[in-house]
């Protein structure tokens, strides 16, 4: 599947806009991971694979929302084979909590932890005087991270998951996953 044919996927089952933008911004940020961990690589299948990850990895949401224990695995059957194993097995593992199926690569942990923080980091920009991710810093989203009653939805500890399975402490991983943010602000109208 390419990423076009992806992107049309992701059309057809998603109507809500500000999240075909959380699916935009989860790809940015994947790809932005697999660069971190693989700086000398030039295998553009592999990070198109975890773009593909961040790209689709709630495409079923809308069907699911109210049965959040067969999200993902619905949008592994009308999927029907179009991806490569561990594209899918990373899918669903970010719903590791209500499917049982556990995050084990580096892919599966990243948007399992990558999830969360682009939504936080969307609420900061929000609630930014000017609302655009170019404003933001990494201070910034570290000290709305630290507000508990700021963006609620916005699972702390699953975020900080990003140090004990990917090795990554916190502040770089907000400044990892800003950076990728702010280089699609614009299809984010962000």
Known sequence: MTREEALQKLK??????????HHLACEAVMINLYRYF????????????????GLLHDADYELTKDNPEKHTLVLE????G???????YAIKSHNWKNNRVEPKSKMDW???????L???IIAAALVHPDKKLSSLNTDFILNRFNEKSFAKGAS????????EKLGIPLK???????????????????
């Open 12 to 21: 057809d089952l998603i109507k809500n806009e500000n999240l075909i933008k």
């Open 38 to 53: 693989n700086p000398q690589s030039e295998n553009s299948i592999e990070e198109g694979k975890w773009g593909l990850v």
């Open 77 to 80: 059957e009308k999927l029907g």
């Open 82 to 88: 179009q991806l490569p194993p561990e594209v899918v």
């Open 110 to 116: 990243s948007i399992y932890c990558a999830d969360e």
């Open 118 to 120: 682009t939504g936080l």
């Open 156 to 163: 702390r500890d699953q975020i900080e998951m990003c140090e």
């Open 172 to 190: 770089n991983f907000i400044d990892i996953s800003l950076f990728a943010m702010q280089q699609i602000s614009s299809d984010l109208s962000l």
